[in-house]
């Protein structure tokens, strides 16, 4: 089948891989621009570019897909289809209508459930006990199209934002490679059970200890690996990657009530929260047994900003 691809990150990227192994025609790669990184600001090629480069995949990377000479190249292609796997733009109608079997999307949520931009986090941050992925066919609304195909994934206990992204990943990229070839009908949403996965703001990663351990250790596990749960004790910001619920802690919200090598437990709205490694600003991710050498972080004293 001939394959217009557009996407970004490595979520994007597994998907492509999986197309190409699966013997498709990729007659284009779309991804977005390079974006400048690191200390010396050098453009920094998407996981989609980096695979798409290596595949040996003609590639474009245009600001917007509203331009009118885009349109027209993509319409000379004549692809079968347009799979869509977290690009990061919105497709216009004009795109949307050139494939004969139109445009596939691959979103990690079970729609009609977090339609939008942070599924995976905000699966995670709801407590939901799974998610999975859905092949949708895409329309003019964001992720309202009609599902071709859904599959369940369970969201373990220590699942990070990271790791279920990976389990999804994998699954996108079978499952697209299976819509391709079953063809499956397509059914419509049921708009009354959507939700919105609003983008990740990075002031939500400070930590409010009045709230509860559990939704605390949802928050550590949501925002690792970007942008990491945060807060500061006493001068020290640091970063908590991974942390777990403590009962019985009744202490006031912020205060350290034990400090050694297993752990740091700091007092919760309800419960206690066990920091199990953590990172100073500008320093090394450490376990709590190195981070607390040399720590002046004891009983008694206070996180919070």
């Given at each position: ?10 979520f ?95 979103h990690?949520s ?34 309202t199209?009609?599902?071709?195909l ?66 605390l ?37 912020g ?5 050694d ?45």
């Amino acid at each position: 089948m001939n394959i217009v691809f557009a996407g970004t990150p490595d979520f994007a990227a597994t998907a492509l891989d999986a197309l190409w192994h699966a013997g498709h025609t990729v007659r284009l790669v779309l991804t977005q621009p390079d974006r400048p990184a690191g200390r010396g600001l050098r453009p920094r090629f998407s996981a989609v570019k980096r695979t798409a480069l290596e595949r040996g995949l003609a590639i474009m990377q245009p600001p917007t897909l509203k331009d009118r000479d885009l349109v027209d190249t993509i319409f000379a292609l004549q692809p079968d289809v347009l799979v869509v796997a977290a690009y990061g733009l919105m497709v216009p109608q004009a795109l949307l209508d050139i494939p004969q079997l139109g445009a596939i999307n691959i979103h990690a949520s079970l729609l009609p459930r977090w339609r939008g931009a942070a599924p995976i986090q905000r699966a995670i941050l709801a407590g939901d006990a799974a998610t999975g992925i859905t092949i949708m066919q895409m329309d003019a609304g964001l992720d309202t199209g009609a599902i071709l195909l859904q599959e369940t994934v369970t969201i373990d206990a220590d699942d990070t934002a990271q790791t279920l992204h990976d389990k999804l990943a994998l699954l996108g990229g079978r499952l697209i490679v299976e819509s391709l070839s079953r063809r499956p009908v397509a059914h419509p949403q049921d708009a009354a059970g959507a939700t919105y996965a609003h983008k990740i703001d990075k002031r939500e990663a400070r930590i409010n200890w009045t709230e509860s351990a559990a939704e605390l250790a949802r928050k550590v596990r949501a925002f690792n690996p970007f942008p990491g749960a945060a807060s500061a004790v006493g001068a020290t910001d640091v970063k908590i990657w991974r942390a777990r619920v403590e009962p019985g802690i009744t202490d006031q919200p912020g205060m350290v009530c034990e400090a050694d090598a297993a752990g740091i437990v700091v007092a919760c709205g309800r419960g206690g929260l066990r920091l199990l490694e953590l990172q100073r600003a500008g320093g090394k991710r450490l376990p709590v047994s190195a981070f607390i050498t040399g720590s002046d972080v004891t009983r008694g004293a206070f996180f919070g900003d």
